[in-house]
Nanobody, 123 residues
Framework: QLQLAESGGGLTQSGGSLTLSCAAS????????IGWFRQAAGKERERVAC????????RYSDSVKGRFTISRDNNWTTVKLQMNTVIPEDTAVYYC????????????????WGQGTQVTVSS
């Protein structure tokens, strides 16, 4: 398992942008499936973005498609979630997670989780 840590959450206005980061103490994340999840108060956890092992393909939920983008830094140590044109419904705690044994987002079993970072979007 990996020890993951998210950063970059905060408060922003509707229509604004935020970038969340996920890192594993400097370890390369290239060999793992990485997902971004969110959980709003009183709601179930939702996977919003996922990138497969070695960055072969990315998947997004319908709720964020076209607004959020998953990316990485050049040395694979940080996976980012660029959040554009945010709306109040994006308010949630955001988590990054890793599937350390699989290769695809389609059947990922996430076994490592960060502590989460709060994102609040005001109207």
């Amino acid at each position: 398992q990996l020890q993951l840590a998210e950063s970059g959450g905060g408060l922003t206005q509707s229509g604004g942008s935020l970038t969340l980061s996920c890192a594993a103490s400097g370890l390369s994340l290239e060999g793992y499936v990485i997902g971004w999840f969110r959980q709003a108060a009183g709601k179930e956890r939702e996977r919003v973005a996922c990138i497969s092992k070695q960055w072969h393909h990315a998947r997004y939920s319908d709720s964020v498609k076209g607004r959020f983008t998953i990316s990485r830094d050049n040395n694979w140590t940080t996976v980012k979630l660029q959040m554009n044109t945010v709306i109040p419904e994006d308010t949630a705690v955001y988590y990054c997670a890793a599937d350390t044994t699989g290769q695809s987002c389609l059947d990922a079993q996430f076994d490592s989780w960060g502590q989460g970072t709060q994102v609040t979007v005001s109207s």
